[in-house]
């Protein structure tokens, strides 16, 4: 965890997610409410767990081509 708030969990670029249908995604930035992290940590779920954040962001900079972030995006 990169951050804890009373709303919820913000993490960083280090933190990567599967998700349900087994990708993996590593956004620059996601947020996870505090309701779901109860509801992890209850179930046991510590390492790697198959979650989709509430909110996440990705940061574009002059270097990446449009293409790119695109298919970050859709997963093609």
């Given amino acids: 965890m990169d951050h804890q708030s009373r709303l919820g969990e913000v993490h960083g670029p280090s933190t990567g997610f599967e998700l349900p249908d087994g990708s993996f995604k590593q956004p620059d ?3 996870i ?3 779901r992290v109860t509801a992890l940590k209850e179930a046991g779920e510590e390492a790697f767990v198959t979650i989709v954040p509430d909110f996440v962001a ?6 990446d081509p449009l293409r790119k972030l695109r298919q970050k995006k859709t997963g093609t």
Avoid: L
């Fill in 33 to 35: 409410s505090n309701d």
């Fill in 58 to 63: 990705e940061i574009r900079s002059g270097s």
């Fill in 29 to 31: 930035a996601a947020w």
